[in-house]
């Protein structure tokens, strides 16, 4: 019994020691990262590295700042050239004329939240037709939705980019944002989700004369709620590092996500190390932030996304 | 099952109202999936039977299966679906019980502490990939990255290696990539699905005399089944989009090393112009990875 | 809350009918309506907002409406994009070019894109197939005639070169700028002879100055080879990259190469590849077994051109006059710790070295609007021929104009001394352009995994062999 004790303690013993040195490893980009965009030149190019920035200096964001300037919000409807008086698209511009690098950020937060509101509708909704519904058709629909979850984007890459093209939706955001929307995932999860809601519930309502739409709102999104929070999060990140489509779809300085941008700023300056850190920084350090705020809701989502899959 | 046999009692008009209900709540999601998933998916099986490239006076030409013929012939081809395969089986197995582990050695400690592990071993999820490779491409360098000097400092190599330049490496240079920024969702989840089981059972299970094998193999085990099968399905679907890390690192190089059928069709398409060529690439993904999920999900509706 | 989700339902649902709606017109429909976004988009902007990257250009174009337009009523919005070409790559050069076009022509905007080499190609591709070709891309012949112009992309510029100032250009210049079929795609702004440097203190280190002639920048294959040697034995570890990550820079690997042994990349027509012959397999040979001398699949000759600046490399084979002139990092001609950086002829055998040149200028594509076509060209007339701003154009690439015409451009700046050395010594060097030859975009992604494929330890004979085959077969169905 003694030596039982004595050997889980060495192997937790062991077991921290590995980890510790693991979260180093792990956390040791990120490090890099943020003081490597306050290091002077001199300190970046050093053959021996220098571990911790001897100075803090500001010079990589000034360079990152001072290259080309957008305005801070611009936003084009799609197909609204379609509906629009003149036939010409109808476009939004709002702010004051700020960096790139920024509004590469403000794109890549609007591009993720605009996919994760319409995918968390649209897949709660087709989710729980899927799981409550009967109708023609449904074996063959569920099973091309299972079959095309895992399916590389690159593998529609080509039609894909045509059909944005002849939309007139290449060059904008919403190139990127429909494809990931359409992406079967969600609706997989929220089937999945959607069929621990009781029957005698629906059953229940369309006896009190609640109309389809009511019971989906009233009693559904309720039940389905943790489920939509992780498929939400899910959503975010994804199309967050979905840097895939974005160098598909988009190519003009202002349309660019913050990914694209720093991918571009290293094959433009591979040799300023300071400036592409001072890039990464300015994409991780908003969302760890966030990330570090809402911790627990972001862990609770994920793991509610887990009980059901 | 019971339900079919009511359908046939019910009434025609409640049967049509319910597809009409169906076919509704499903539309809003049909329209982006038909149209930016189905859509394009039936254009690319389309195009795959023909020579098709870019230009303004080319015509494709209808070729039949010549594409496909060529496709089996085409050693980079074969040795990009090669390395695909072996990014996810390697991957995905490694990552699941990788993560398995880091979360029963921590989902019992301290809150702050847990925490604190479970968000750094997140970060790379967050900070994002592309940030990420530029970091790595760094500490991979040949000349001066971190893993040469860390290396030949304590005497673990005694010449550079050139990581992403050296055939021997490059895969699983990106294989470690991959599995940093893949792992934050696994340890999240199960994190919290073993902190779920029940604390009664393991307690009744230790009266009994179980080892903390058996406690773990025969208690914990199938309580945290369904998760282990999410988490499947999400890092198979993760390592299947593993594009940016190729990209931005190898160019699926050297010597098509780093290749995998993603990126190949991308090289294809821009860097050769043969779009029907890349598109029946895409189709023979498309079969393997349907095949694959399907037996995915055989798999995990049997458990 | 319920009313927030019908909304959301019914925006959902008109967005579906819209999308059906775009599904089922045609083409030729969408055409316009998709440039005329592009110019309402720039249109718009510019009242309250500055376009993309265009301070400079806004207020210079207020001033000439002021002025009454004094140059054309041509009114456009056009899309440039240029390939980092010296300063070209420089939003604020760019910028104050445009501008001062933008006082000639005040109704015509030019926004502009900047591509890098690792990236661009791509980038340009995605948007042909996209439907959102650049109207204006400034690049060299291998891209604008040998690709996009042999695709039917581009618009003929025939009646450029028809100017007065057209029909100054070099005809080496001006051959390299026509298709096979007689029409020309690019309308050139300047060339420069790509070179090779050394550094000179690790040279002197390491007593291998003795091997070459600094004062002609020449030096003999066997004398190169022995510097290499000596270089390396004096405690070098890394005296020269092939590096072949991808095709940037590989102008330098392909004329280390055929220098070595004076041979040839492709035949004198320009029809053929024809790097298989026995000198330049001996020169692969050579270099692979050279101490010093490393494939590096991991870097191309961008990332090169970093490791000899920051003192890891000894010697750059990407290099030329702007390199020699940048001072980004440390004062032009030094590395980043001050060494000289001597630029050098590649070795050559019988002492006649072929540098590989680049010719850069504009090429138009066709998006089926002769405004935008006209307006682009006014553009490139602007840049590339009015007697006021071609030296300032020329200036802005760091690289030497294509007329005899136009002299002394580096005259009285701080880059005279070193541009004169170039045009003296580099630029009479300056070879066959046969970055021309058909399927060229193909072939130089089969040299860069031909390279690595040696680096890796294949049979230099043999891989050689594949690369020339299968560059041929597209050179065969590019014609």
């Given at each position: 019994m003694?030596?039982?004790?004595?050997?889980?303690?060495?192997?937790?013993?062991?077991?921290?020691?590995?980890?510790?040195?693991?979260?180093?490893?792990?956390?040791?980009p990120l490090?890099?990262?943020?003081?490597g965009?306050?290091?002077?030149?001199?300190?970046?190019?050093?053959?021996?590295?220098?571990?911790?920035p001897?100075?803090?200096v500001?010079?990589?964001?000034?360079k990152?700042?001072s290259?080309q300037?957008?305005?801070?919000?611009?936003?084009?409807?799609?197909?609204?050239?379609?509906?629009?008086?003149?036939?010409?698209p109808i476009i939004?511009t709002?702010?004051?004329v700020?960096?790139?690098?920024?509004?590469?950020?403000?794109?890549?937060?609007?591009m993720?939240?605009?996919?994760?509101?319409?995918?968390?509708?649209?897949?709660a909704?087709?989710?729980?037709?899927?799981?409550?519904?009967?109708?023609?058709?449904q074996n063959?629909?569920?099973?091309?939705?299972?079959?095309a979850?895992a399916?590389?984007?690159?593998?529609?890459?080509?039609?894909?980019?045509r059909?944005?093209s002849?939309l007139?939706l290449?060059?904008?955001?919403?190139?990127?944002i429909f494809?990931?929307?359409?992406?079967p995932?969600?609706?997989?999860?929220?089937?999945?989700?959607?069929?621990g809601?009781p029957?005698?519930?629906?059953?229940?309502?369309?006896?009190?004369?609640a109309?389809e739409?009511?019971?989906f709102?009233?009693?559904?999104?309720?039940?389905?709620?943790?489920?939509?929070?992780a498929?939400?999060?899910?959503?975010?990140?994804?199309?967050?590092?979905?840097?895939?489509?974005q160098?598909?779809?988009?190519?003009?300085t202002?349309?660019l996500t913050?990914?694209?941008?720093?991918?571009?700023?290293q094959?433009?300056?591979?040799?300023?190390f300071g400036?592409?850190?001072?890039?990464a920084?300015?994409?991780?350090?908003?969302?760890i932030?966030?990330?570090?705020?809402?911790?627990?809701?972001?862990?609770q989502g994920?793991a509610?996304g887990?009980?059901k899959? | 099952m019971?339900r079919?046999s009511?359908?046939?009692s019910?009434s025609?008009?409640l049967?049509?109202?319910?597809t009409r209900?169906?076919y509704?709540f499903?539309?809003?999601?049909?329209?982006?999936?038909?149209?930016?998933?189905?859509?394009?998916?039936i254009?690319?099986?389309?195009t795959s039977f023909f020579d098709?490239?870019m230009?303004?006076?080319?015509?494709d030409?209808?070729?039949?299966?010549g594409?496909?013929?060529e496709l089996?012939?085409d050693?980079?081809?074969?040795?990009?679906?090669?390395?695909t395969?072996?990014?996810?089986l390697?991957?995905?197995?490694v990552?699941?019980?990788?993560?398995?582990?880091v979360?029963?050695a921590?989902?019992?400690?301290?809150?702050?502490?847990?925490s604190?592990?479970?968000?750094i071993f997140?970060?790379?999820?967050v900070?994002?990939?592309v940030?990420?490779?530029?970091?790595?491409k760094?500490?991979f360098?040949n000349?001066?990255?971190?893993f040469?000097?860390?290396?030949?400092?304590v005497g673990?190599?005694?010449k550079n290696?050139?990581?992403?330049?050296?055939?021997?490496?490059?895969?699983?240079?990106?294989?470690?990539?991959?599995?940093?920024?893949?792992?934050?969702?696994?340890?999240?989840?199960y994190v919290?699905?073993?902190?779920?089981?029940?604390?009664?059972?393991?307690?009744?299970?230790?009266?009994?005399?179980?080892?903390?094998?058996?406690q773990?193999?025969k208690?914990?085990?199938?309580l945290?089944?369904?998760?282990?099968?999410y988490?499947?399905?999400i890092?198979?679907?993760?390592?299947?989009?593993?594009?940016a890390?190729?990209?931005l690192?190898?160019?699926g190089g050297?010597?098509?090393?780093?290749?995998?059928?993603?990126y190949?069709?991308?090289?294809?398409a821009f860097k050769?112009?043969?779009?029907?060529?890349?598109?029946?690439?895409?189709?023979?993904?498309?079969?393997?990875?349907?095949?694959?999920?399907?037996?995915?999900?055989?798999l995990a509706k049997?458990? | 809350?319920?009313k927030k989700r019908?909304?959301?339902?019914?925006?959902?649902?008109?967005?579906?009918?819209?999308?059906?709606?775009?599904?089922?017109?045609?083409?030729?429909e969408?055409?316009?309506?998709?440039e005329?976004q592009?110019?309402q988009?720039t249109?718009?902007?510019e009242?309250?907002?500055?376009?993309?990257?265009?301070?400079a250009g806004?207020?210079?174009?207020?001033?000439?409406?002021?002025?009454a337009?004094?140059g054309?009523?041509?009114s456009?919005?056009?899309?440039?994009w240029t390939?980092?070409?010296?300063?070209w790559?420089?939003?604020?050069?760019?910028?104050s070019?445009?501008?001062?076009?933008?006082?000639k022509y005040?109704?015509?905007?030019?926004?502009?894109?900047y591509?890098?080499?690792?990236n661009g190609?791509?980038?340009?591709?995605?948007?042909?197939?996209?439907?959102?070709?650049?109207d204006?891309?400034?690049?060299?012949?291998?891209?604008?005639v040998?690709n996009?112009g042999a695709?039917?992309?581009?618009?003929?510029?025939?009646?450029?070169?028809?100017?007065?100032?057209?029909?100054?250009?070099?005809?080496?210049?001006?051959?390299?700028?026509?298709?096979?079929?007689?029409?020309?795609?690019?309308?050139p702004?300047?060339m420069?002879a790509h070179?090779?440097a050394?550094?000179?203190?690790?040279?002197?280190?390491?007593?291998a100055?003795?091997y070459?002639?600094?004062?002609?920048?020449?030096?003999?294959?066997?004398?190169?080879?022995k510097?290499?040697?000596?270089?390396y034995?004096?405690?070098?570890?890394?005296v020269?990259?092939?590096?072949c990550?991808?095709?940037?820079g590989?102008q330098?690997?392909r004329?280390?190469?055929?220098?070595?042994y004076s041979?040839?990349?492709?035949?004198?027509?320009?029809t053929?590849?024809?790097?298989?012959?026995?000198?330049?397999?001996?020169?692969?040979?050579?270099?692979?077994?050279?101490?010093?001398i490393?494939?590096?699949?991991?870097?191309?000759g961008?990332?090169e051109?970093?490791?000899?600046?920051?003192?890891t490399?000894?010697?750059?084979?990407?290099?030329?006059?702007?390199?020699q002139?940048?001072?980004?990092?440390?004062?032009?001609?030094?590395?980043?710790?001050?060494?000289?950086?001597?630029?050098m002829l590649?070795?050559?055998?019988?002492?006649?070295?072929e540098?590989?040149?680049?010719i850069?200028g504009?090429g138009?594509?066709?998006?089926?609007?002769q405004?935008?076509?006209?307006?682009?060209k006014?553009?490139?007339?602007?840049?590339?021929?009015?007697?006021?701003?071609?030296?300032e154009s020329?200036?802005?690439?760091?690289?030497?104009?294509?007329?005899?015409t136009?002299?002394?451009?580096?005259?009285?700046?701080?880059?005279?001394?070193?541009?004169?050395?170039?045009?003296?010594?580099f630029?009479p060097?300056?070879?066959?352009?046969?970055?021309?030859?058909?399927?060229?975009a193909e072939?130089?992604?089969?040299?860069?995994?031909?390279?690595?494929?040696?680096?890796?330890?294949?049979?230099v004979a043999?891989?050689?062999?594949?690369f020339?085959?299968?560059?041929?077969?597209?050179a065969?169905?590019g014609?």
């Open positions: 003694n030596s039982g004790i004595k050997k889980t303690s060495i192997y937790k013993i062991i077991s921290m020691v590995i980890l510790v040195i693991l979260a180093i490893l792990f956390a040791f490090y890099w990262i943020v003081t965009a306050f290091k002077t030149m001199a300190s970046i190019n050093a053959t021996t590295p220098d571990w911790f001897k100075e803090w500001l010079d990589n964001f000034n990152l700042f290259r300037t957008a305005p801070l919000w611009e936003l084009g409807i799609p197909f609204s050239s379609k509906f629009s008086a003149d036939g010409k939004f709002a702010g004051p700020v960096p790139a690098a920024i509004r590469w950020l403000v794109n890549t937060v609007f993720a939240v605009m996919a994760m509101i319409l995918t968390c509708i649209t897949s909704m087709a989710g729980y037709a899927l799981a409550k519904k009967r109708f023609k058709g063959l629909l569920f099973t091309l939705i299972v079959c979850m399916l590389p984007k690159q593998v529609i890459l080509i039609p894909l980019l059909e944005m002849s007139s290449y060059n904008t955001v919403w190139a990127v494809p990931t929307v359409g992406w995932f969600g609706v997989f999860l929220m089937k999945q989700f959607s069929e809601v029957g005698e519930m629906l059953e229940a309502a369309r006896i009190d004369g109309g739409a009511r019971t709102v009233e009693i559904v999104v309720p039940m389905i709620k943790p489920g939509i929070g498929l939400a999060i899910f959503t975010f990140i994804n199309s967050w590092n979905d840097y895939f489509m160098l598909i779809m988009l190519n003009s202002s349309k913050i990914s694209l941008g720093i991918a571009k700023l094959a433009e300056n591979s040799t300023d400036l592409i850190m001072a890039g920084s300015l994409a991780a350090i908003p969302i932030t966030i990330f570090i705020m809402f911790q627990k809701y972001f862990t994920i509610m887990a009980v899959g | 019971a079919s009511t359908v046939t019910r025609k008009v049967v049509r109202r319910e209900s169906a509704l499903l539309l809003p999601n049909m329209i982006f999936f038909v149209g930016f998933v189905v859509i394009p998916m254009l690319c099986i389309y098709s490239t230009g303004n006076d080319t015509k030409v209808f070729i039949g299966f594409n496909y013929v089996w012939k050693q980079i081809f074969l040795r990009a679906l090669k390395n395969f072996v990014i996810v390697v991957s995905v197995p990552v699941c019980v990788f993560s398995l582990w979360s029963s921590i989902y019992r400690l301290r809150g702050s502490i847990l604190t592990f479970r968000c997140y970060l790379p999820v900070t994002g990939s940030a990420v490779t530029v970091v790595w760094w500490m360098n000349y001066y990255g971190i040469n000097y860390v290396g030949k400092g673990l190599i005694d290696i050139n990581w992403l330049g050296d055939e021997k490496f490059a895969l699983w240079c990106i294989i470690l990539i991959l599995f940093t920024t893949s792992i934050g969702q696994p340890i999240v989840l919290s699905a073993l902190g779920n089981v029940d604390t009664s059972l393991v307690e009744a299970s230790e009266v009994d005399g179980a080892n903390s094998f058996q773990f193999w208690i914990k085990w199938p945290i089944m369904p998760t282990t099968l988490i499947l399905v890092t198979t679907i993760n390592s299947f989009q593993c594009f890390l190729i990209q690192l190898t160019s050297p010597n098509h090393s780093t290749d995998t059928v993603m190949y069709i991308y090289y294809t050769l112009y043969r779009y029907g060529y890349g598109n029946a690439m895409g189709v023979i993904l498309a079969i393997f990875i349907a095949l694959l999920s399907a037996v995915q999900f055989k049997e458990k | 809350m319920k019908m909304l959301a339902l019914g925006l959902s649902i008109i967005m579906a009918l819209s999308l059906t709606a775009c599904g089922g017109g045609d083409n030729a969408k055409q316009p309506a998709q005329t592009e110019t988009k249109q718009e902007a009242p309250e907002a500055a376009p993309e990257a265009d301070t806004d207020t210079a174009e207020a001033e000439g409406e002021t002025e337009a004094e054309t009523d041509l456009a919005a056009i899309t440039l390939y980092p070409i010296g300063n790559g420089d939003s604020a050069t760019v910028e070019l445009v501008a001062s076009f933008n006082q005040p109704n015509i905007t030019v926004t502009v894109e591509l890098d080499y690792t190609d791509d980038q340009v591709n995605t948007a042909i197939e996209g439907g959102q070709a650049p204006l891309v400034m690049e060299g012949p291998e891209r604008l040998a996009w695709r039917g992309l581009m618009v003929d510029l025939s009646d450029l070169f028809a100017s007065e100032a057209g029909g100054e250009i070099y005809e080496s210049v001006n051959s390299a700028c026509k298709s096979s079929d007689g029409k020309y795609y690019e309308y702004l300047c420069v070179c090779m050394i550094n000179q203190n690790m040279f002197e280190a390491a007593d100055m003795q070459l002639d600094a004062e002609n920048h020449t030096w003999t294959t066997e004398n190169f080879l510097a290499v040697q000596a270089v034995d004096s405690g070098q570890e890394n020269g990259a092939i590096y990550s991808g095709q940037g590989d330098g690997t004329a280390i190469i055929n220098n070595l041979s040839t990349f492709t035949n004198a027509e320009h053929a590849y024809t790097a298989d012959t026995a000198e330049n397999i001996k020169a692969l040979e050579t270099l692979y077994a050279q101490d010093g490393n494939f590096d699949a991991s870097i191309n961008g990332e051109i970093t490791l000899f600046r920051n003192g490399l000894a010697m750059s084979f990407c290099w030329n006059a702007a390199q002139i940048n001072s980004d990092n440390a004062a032009a001609g030094t590395t980043n710790n001050g060494d000289t950086i001597l630029p590649f070795p050559s055998d019988d002492g006649k070295t540098l590989c040149g680049g850069w504009f138009v594509f066709d998006n089926g609007d405004t935008k076509i006209d307006a682009a006014t553009f490139i007339d602007f840049i590339c021929n009015d007697p006021d701003q071609v030296n020329v200036k802005a690439s760091t690289y030497f104009p294509v007329r005899p136009l002299t002394g451009i580096y005259d009285g700046t701080e880059t005279a001394d070193t541009m004169n050395t170039f045009s003296t010594y630029m060097s300056m070879g066959d352009y046969y970055q021309v030859v058909p399927g060229w072939a130089r992604t089969e040299w860069w995994n031909m390279l690595q494929r040696i680096g890796t330890g294949g049979d043999t891989e050689v062999a594949t020339v085959e299968n560059a041929n077969a597209a065969g169905a014609q």
